[in-house]
T-cell receptor
Framework: EPEVTQTPSHQVTQMGQEVILRCVPI?????FYWYRQILGQKVEFLVS????????KSEIFDDQFSVERPDGSNFTLKIRSTKLEDSAMYFC???????????????FGSGTQLSVL | RKEVEQDPGPFNVPEGATVAFNCTYS??????FFWYRQDCRKEPKLLMS???SGNEDGRFTAQLNRASQYISLLIRDSKLSDSATYLC??????????????FGAGTRLFVKA
């Protein structure tokens, strides 16, 4: 069964450093997403990406965040200058929705646990 | 008011019990509705979509009431392996033509032998 893959599974970084989280969505999916989940809290939407541009973003997704699809398979989340409060599990997801309500079933990767020290 | 609200639980039930989870959402323009399951420190996994006509998948039954903005999940004959957090998920149109998926905080279920 096709799956979303994320690397690395764990990332430890120093405050102020840049990190890049990597994802390979399911190959025939068109929409890509990043979510985060702080320990003990709910899953929070960060950004959606379609047709090589951001489709929607949340208030959390400020100027220190960026996303990119550098080639035909990878989808990355960059955090420019990490803060302590960026520590969380970051999930990538993809879906095959094509302008049809009801197809927005999300398939998640296993996540990258980011720890900012 | 939270966009998607769930009883956090935990629900502690014996094997074989029937358990029901409820969820309410605040945006009447919400478009799609789902239940996801999340095991501890794992990714959410789609359990089932939710439709107004109601839908069933084995021991799981989901129901949507658009008028009341209410979603339910019923689990019959609970198994130990059903122990997890159940996430109510709602999709709505975003501000720039896309859409956003909003997760509830989840309801924790513990099924005991």
């Amino acid at each position: 069964e096709p799956e979303v893959t994320q690397t690395p599974s764990h990332q430890v970084t120093q405050m102020g450093q840049e990190v890049i989280l990597r994802c390979v969505p399911i190959s025939n999916h068109l929409y890509f997403y990043w979510y985060r989940q702080i320990l003990g809290q709910k899953v929070e939407f960060l950004v959606s990406f379609y047709n090589n541009e951001i489709s929607e973003k949340s208030e959390i997704f400020d100027d220190q965040f960026s996303v990119e699809r550098p080639d035909g398979s990878n989808f990355t989340l960059k955090i420019r200058s990490t803060k302590l409060e960026d520590s969380a599990m970051y999930f990538c997801a993809s879906s095959e929705r094509v302008r049809a309500v009801g197809n927005e079933k999300l398939f998640f990767g296993s996540g990258t646990q980011l720890s900012v020290l | 008011r939270k966009e998607v609200e769930q009883d956090p639980g935990p629900f502690n039930v014996p094997e074989g019990a029937t358990v029901a989870f409820n969820c309410t959402y605040s945006n009447s323009a919400s478009q799609s509705f789902f239940w996801y399951r999340q095991d501890c420190r794992k990714e959410p996994k789609l359990l089932m979509s939710v439709y107004s006509s109601g839908n069933e998948d084995g021991r799981f039954t989901a129901q949507l009431n658009r008028a009341s903005q209410y979603i339910s999940l019923l689990i019959r004959d609970s198994k130990l392996s059903d122990s997890a957090t159940y996430l109510c998920v709602v999709t709505k149109s975003g501000n720039t033509g896309g859409f956003k998926t909003i997760f509830g905080a989840g309801t924790r279920l513990f099924v005991k032998a």
